[in-house]
């Protein structure tokens, strides 16, 4: 339970000798100060009782404050349905006029997912506070070539600890912090159209990847008014104001005999696009498991003819068997064991595994390095889809169609809900609606 307080901060005494008074709120160790804007002298300071002595010429008046104030800072307290800190009680005591700005606490999430190795979410939002940044920054008379020229300038940023002389990704964590140029009672919906607007015009955006910018601002305003940071009548999304809609995108796969003209494609071995045919195939043959784990599995992984691992975006162990197709790809690997230092594939062969911001940056490139091939297999192949890393588990899932009952599917794809493999399987199951349409069309 918090112990609250008014006291005098007597490490603070101004020239005039008077000392500012503050509500303390301490709990496990843990104290935090909200100023009231008030100071007196200490001979008229009666600690024990928390209240100015009679001596005070605005005794009566002062007190009346202080107890309001005490009174409110135990509201909040004890009326939270959650547990609270002394931390989140001195933000709500604050309010919407509170000093702490949108770029402070963006920051402080950034940095929790940077020092939680999550290094992917935590380098999008980043951008996501360029963005913003440069919004604000925007000059309407700006012609929009030197808007993207800058922004592509300004946006070379490590995700690494870096060397001397480079700007690291935790120092733009820093500048951001420091930023406080955008309240959180500045984003209103004309603030949402107009930047909207500046991220489809000027850098060019698509839908979903400002919907995303405007999921994380939902995220970060609910986190703020949970802390007290600001007041919730200045919440800017739900109801009649902004709504944020994910809208459905087509997901194409290849058809078999597609697969089969990656399959009989004869490269030159050891080549990066020779590896690149291989991994694309290898996740194709484990139900479109996601490249960058792919380029990750290790021969130990392997036990018993089957594969065991835990894919990375959900943490979630998958156990599949090693098909004729896969074994294949394996028993040509095998050879390069020592070489790839247990990796079954060669593009992380050099990663310092115990870095975890090295395995992120190898793993990055390497996928990066796989599109760039896929896009000429997908040339050499005349195939006329875009074959990227994805694609695999969407050609999977095209091929599967309703062959396979959407539990054994769910159980593939490693969905968490029923629900989620039925709406993706939906994009790859056509021949219901094929044939309304042919009954309808064809009098």
């Known amino acids: 339970m918090a112990i609250i307080k008014i006291v005098l901060r007597k490490n603070m005494i101004r020239k005039d000798k008077t000392i500012p008074l503050a509500i ?26 928390g209240r100015v002595k ?42 919407a006029g509170g000093s702490i700005s949108f770029f402070h606490v ?77 309240k959180f009672q500045d984003i209103n919906e004309s603030f949402l159209d107009k ?22 601002i939902r995220t970060l305003f609910n986190k703020a008014i949970k802390d007290g940071i600001v007041d919730s009548k200045f919440y800017p999304f739900g109801g009649e104001k902004e709504k944020i809609r994910i809208g459905s995108s087509h997901k194409i796969g290849l058809i078999v005999t ?17 590896h690149t045919q291989n991994v694309w195939l290898f996740a194709f043959y484990f139900a479109g498991i996601r490249i960058s784990d792919a380029i990750k599995l290790k021969w130990s992984d392997f036990k018993d003819g089957r594969l065991f691992y835990v894919m990375n975006k959900n943490e979630k162990p998958l156990s599949l068997k090693v098909s004729e197709k896969a074994e294949a790809i394996l028993k040509y690997y095998k050879q390069e064991k020592e070489a790839n230092n247990g990796f079954i ?20 490139n390497a ?51 029923l629900k989620t493999t039925l709406i993706y399987q939906a994009n790859f199951i056509h021949e219901e609606a094929d044939d309304a349409l042919e009954e309808v069309i064809n009098f």
């Open 106 to 182: 963006a920051s402080d999430r950034i940095k929790s997912k940077y020092e939680r190795d999550v290094f992917s979410v935590a380098k999008s939002e980043l951008s996501i506070l360029y963005n913003l940044e440069e919004f604000l920054n925007h000059n309407d008379s700006q012609e929009k070539e030197l808007v993207i020229r800058g922004i592509k300038t300004r946006r070379k940023i490590r995700v690494s600890k870096g060397r001397k002389g480079e700007h690291t990704f935790m120092d733009s964590v820093e500048h951001f912090k420091k930023n406080k140029s955008l």
């Open 54 to 95: 009679k001596t005070h010429p605005n005794a009566k008046k002062l007190n009346n404050y202080l107890l309001k104030k005490l009174t409110e800072a135990n509201d909040v307290y004890y009326d939270s349905k959650d547990k609270i800190t002394p931390k989140q009680v001195k933000l709500k005591l604050k309010g």
């Open 367 to 417: 996928t990066k390095l796989l599109n760039k091939y896929l896009k000429r297999i997908g040339g050499i192949c005349e195939i006329d889809k875009n074959l990227s890393n994805h694609i695999a588990r969407h050609s999977f899932g095209n091929i599967a169609g309703n062959k396979i009952h959407p539990r054994m599917l769910q159980k593939l794809y490693r969905h968490s809900d």
């Open 258 to 274: 597609e697969v089969e003209q990656i399959e009989l494609l004869e490269l030159e071995p050891n080549t990066s696009i020779f």
């Open 345 to 364: 594939f060669p593009f992380l062969k050099d990663v310092n595994e115990s870095d975890t911001e090295d395995v992120f940056r190898k793993t990055r």
């Open 24 to 49: 303390r709120i301490s709990e496990n160790y843990k104290t935090n100060y909200k100023w009231l804007g008030q100071y007196v002298l200490e001979k008229d300071w009666d600690k024990d009782i």
């Open 195 to 216: 930047y909207k607007d500046f991220c489809a015009v000027y850098l060019e955006q698509k839908t979903r990847t400002i919907t995303n910018q405007l999921i994380f």
